[in-house]
């Protein structure tokens, strides 16, 4: 979440700090690190589908359990590309379109 971005002020809404105090209390192990069989503490809810400043995406999207360095790194990293970044426990690409993945 950039500061300086036009929907920076969704962050400071009481709706969100409720929406990421429920994800975080719900789910409390960064999702990214659970699924490469790590165990991390998650700090930040993260919207899985950009919203871009949509408010109905906002407050209503999907959100995963983060921790900051998969956040601020291959979360970040996907957004810009499109591939999702990372390995699965047996090292498997975890991007669906993978070509590996591809039937």
């Not at 300086?4 to 209390?25: A, E, G, I, M, V």
């Not at 490469?36 to 871009?52: L, Y």
Request: net charge positive; with cysteine; hydrophobic share 30%.
């Amino acid at each position: 979440m950039a500061n300086n971005s036009p929907w920076h002020h969704l962050y400071k809404t009481k709706d969100w700090y409720r929406l990421r105090h429920h994800q975080l209390q719900a789910y409390p192990l960064c999702r990214r690190c659970e699924s490469q069989g790590r165990v991390v503490s998650a700090i930040i809810a993260d919207h899985v589908k950009p919203h871009r400043g949509d408010v109905a995406l906002f407050f209503g999207g999907e959100l995963q359990s983060l921790c900051k360095t998969c956040h601020d790194s291959a979360k970040q990293r996907e957004e810009k590309s499109g591939v999702i970044v990372g390995c699965d426990v047996n090292g498997l690409p975890i991007d669906p379109n993978h070509h590996w993945n591809r039937e």
